[in-house]
């Protein structure tokens, strides 16, 4: 749970069969989704909770990314390789809204 473990709450398939959203530590606000682009099911479980109102917005983080947030504001995107991108996602107007976080600091290693 590396990334997921800060938020309120954070999608995994690790303890259920599936997708599921667990509880987690809540030292950061929000749900948090890893692997986005690596796990096919995380994309259209994200789109689902989303229509459903189970969850209002997610952070979206593809694999080989990090991000690093301060007092709940994203300060740094860390791409470990080929340009790895991290994603505010959320339903607006009944339409689901993926934005690439720009406000931070992009960070390639």
Do not use: M
Request: proline share 4%; hydrophobic share 35%.
């Amino acid at each position: 749970a590396g990334a997921i473990c800060w938020f309120d709450k954070g999608i995994t398939d690790s303890w259920a069969h599936g997708q599921s959203i667990i509880e987690c530590l809540g030292f950061v606000d929000g749900i948090c989704c890893p692997h986005y682009d690596e796990e096919p099911e995380r994309i259209p479980f994200v789109k689902k909770s989303l229509s459903s109102h189970e969850i209002e917005s997610c952070i979206a983080l593809e694999g080989y990314s990090a991000l690093h947030i301060i007092d709940d504001i994203p300060t740094k995107i860390i791409s470990f390789k080929n340009n790895k991108k991290c994603f505010d996602v959320r339903l607006h107007e009944d339409n689901i809204c993926t934005t690439t976080i720009n406000d931070a600091e992009l960070v390639v290693l």
